[in-house]
C-alpha cells in the first residue's frame, strides 16, 4: 500500500473512531474540509506540517497515520450523512 493510501486509510479510521466529521477535523487542523476529503480519498499528498496538525487534533503521533492496516481489517466505516445530531 503506497503512503498516501495508508494516510487515507488511517485518518479517516482515527476520525470515523472520534466521531468527527471531515469539516470539523479540518477546522480544528486548521486545513480547509475539501482537502481532507482529497486526504481521505488518497489523492492528496499532504505535508508533514499538515500531517502534524491532523495528528494532534485526533490525538495520535503521526507515525500512526503511516500504521499499515492488519491483513483481514475492514476498510473505515463513514459518518452518518448530515450536519445535525439525533
Do not use: C, F, H
Not at 479517516?12 to 487542523?29: I, M, T
Not at 495520535?60 to 445530531?85: C, F, I, Q, S, Y
Amino acid at each position: 500500500m503506497k503512503a498516501t493510501a495508508l494516510v487515507a486509510w488511517n485518518i479517516r479510521k482515527l476520525r470515523v473512531k472520534r466521531g468527527l466529521s471531515q469539516e470539523a477535523l479540518a477546522v480544528d487542523a486548521g486545513v480547509d474540509r475539501s482537502y481532507v476529503g482529497r486526504i481521505e480519498r488518497g489523492v492528496e499528498n499532504p505535508t508533514v506540517e499538515t500531517l502534524e496538525r491532523l495528528a494532534a487534533v485526533v490525538d495520535v503521533p503521526v507515525a500512526d497515520l503511516l500504521a499499515v492496516p492488519k491483513a483481514n481489517e475492514k476498510p473505515p466505516a463513514t459518518l452518518r450523512k448530515g450536519r445535525k445530531k439525533r
